[in-house]
């Protein structure tokens, strides 16, 4: 493996088309402004560095980022790259990662706006996000003990497993398929709308009207908080372990809960049934 150590790049493509690489110590800065620095790499390790520029790992295979910096100005870090792992490291330029296959990211500060779209196979884990349209449209996520804060986050994803998460955003999980939130906070107003297959299991989700018009919802041992006019419209399986505020117009399943604020029918078909159960010695 070829070393480069302590240098400064700011010209286009620097190291473009680098093969089997450790740049450590490097900074890609300057008044040149050039951009994609390691553009269609492969087998390149980094450690320690200091983005500037833009565009630095499109095309790339086989990457490896530690302890690294991409600023502001650092937008569109990686894009359309392949068996990437980034450890302890701050991505901070809008839409850092897109349309990326199989993305381990682990103990990173991410500021980054319309970060994630398209990627498929993404792990997440210790991870600080402030985002806003969060990871739209990806697929087959898996994320441990992030926090999230935003807008529009996760909306048209399909596969993934969040656990142990705190996620504050708005519009979260719109039209998502197929997922699974456990043990997780999940704030924010009109939470997955038009979802399908999603469950959430031992969650405390707070905001208004939330679960409206899903398909297939499951709710296990969740505690729900300021949520009125919840479920509109929605095929649901829930055990709630708390009073819920109001329930509009749940068109089928079953929702237990130790208390209901207001129940609203007030359209033909809604046929789900609200049951009121004890929580503490399970008595319907």
Known sequence: MNIIA??????????????????KDCSFDGPADGESALKES????????????????????ELVIKNS????????????????????????????????????????????P??????CGMEMADCEVESEYFMMRAERLNFQNVHM????????????????????????????????????????????????????ENCRIIGTQPLCYCKNLRLVNCEMVDANLSFERSDVEAVLTAPIDSIKNPLSGHIYAPAVGRVIRDIEGADGEIILQCSVCDCA
Not at 42 to 61: D, E, I, S, T
Not at 164 to 175: G, I, L, R, S, V
Request: contains cysteine; neutral net charge.
């Open 6 to 23: 302590n240098k400064t790049f700011e010209e286009e493509r620097a190291l473009y088309g680098a093969y089997d690489i450790f740049v």
């Open 69 to 112: 910096e991409m600023s502001e100005l650092c937008r569109a870090a990686l894009w359309y790259s392949e068996s990437v792992e980034i450890y302890d490291s701050r991505l901070h330029g809008v839409k850092a990662v897109r349309e990326c296959r199989n993305v381990r990211i682990h103990g990173c500060e991410i500021v980054s």
């Open 42 to 61: 492969r087998k390149v390790a980094v450690n320690q560095c200091f983005f500037n520029l833009r565009y630095p790992f499109w095309h790339g295979r």
């Open 114 to 119: 319309e970060f994630g779209w398209s990627a």
């Open 149 to 200: 804060k935003g807008k529009y986050s996760f909306q048209y994803i399909e596969g993934g497993v969040f656990d142990n998460c705190t996620f504050d955003t708005k519009d979260a999980f719109w039209h998502a398929k197929n997922i699974t939130v456990k043990n997780s906070l999940v704030k924010g107003e009109y939470l997955a709308w038009y979802s399908e297959n999603v469950t959430f």
